[in-house]
């Protein structure tokens, strides 16, 4: 079965610079989330789209921002990365109001 | 999304059953109790939900008391890839995952 698919699995940044990660959810899956896991830490939830459009905002920065295009993959951009961005960034999808399915994971350094 | 609480670490012997307790004792009614797993630095693996009732599926068994407020992720026959962190999630479906600290699982051979 197809799974959710994230592009690039590992991505290293310098400080300041800017970095996309792209999302593919699984066909007919209508609801994308994105989650940020730091060393050592649990998922936390960033934000997450239905239909194209914003429906829930976690502890996400204000360099970060997202869409959902009008194929259903989205795209995380963050800007002016810092150390701090180094994580794991995982993306999620569902059929709204069903199981949530991650994807394998985007490992972002930042240098 | 209600409060759950696991035991932060939990040690099975190869073979045997791993039961996993968690307490939701905050649970609404319209709350389902999810599991995920994640084997290191993996994507988060959906294992099994319930509302109500028990639930088995081919990776385990999910036992939810009367009261809802607690359950058990059972494991029946634990391999050393089952090592992982497993989380129980209670969330009403429309919303977002909220993961909490979850139960380092390690299996011994």
């Known amino acids: 079965a197809a799974g959710v698919i994230q592009s690039p699995r590992h991505l290293i940044k310098e400080k300041r610079e800017t970095a996309t990660l792209k999302c593919y959810p699984i066909?007919?899956?209508?609801?994308v989330y994105w989650y940020q896991q730091g060393p050592g830490q649990d998922p936390q939830f960033l934000i997450s789209f239905y239909e194209k459009m914003q429906s829930d905002k976690g502890s996400i920065p204000d360099r970060f921002s997202a869409q959902q295009f009008s194929d259903y993959h989205s795209e995380l951009n963050m800007s002016s990365l810092e150390l701090g961005d180094s994580a794991l960034y995982f993306c999620?999808?569902?059929?709204?109001?069903?199981?949530?399915?991650f994807g394998e994971g985007s490992w972002l350094t930042v240098v | 999304d209600a409060k759950t609480t696991q035991p932060p670490s939990m040690d099975c012997a190869e073979g045997r059953a791993a039961n996993l307790p968690c307490n939701h004792s905050t649970i609404s009614g319209n709350e389902y109790v999810y599991w995920y797993r994640q084997i290191h630095s993996q994507g988060p693996q959906y294992i099994i939900h319930?509302?109500?009732n028990n639930e088995t599926n081919e990776m385990a068994s999910l036992i939810i008391t009367e009261d809802r407020k607690s359950s058990t992720l059972i494991l029946p026959h634990a391999t050393l890839r089952d090592t992982a962190v497993y989380y129980c999630?209670?969330?009403?479906?429309?919303?977002?995952?909220?993961f909490g600290t979850g139960t380092r699982l390690t299996i011994i051979p």
């Open positions: 999620a999808s569902s059929l709204l109001g069903n199981t949530i399915y």
């Open positions: 066909p007919r899956h209508d609801t």
């Open positions: 319930g509302l109500k």
């Open positions: 999630i209670s969330y009403f479906v429309i919303e977002k995952l909220h």
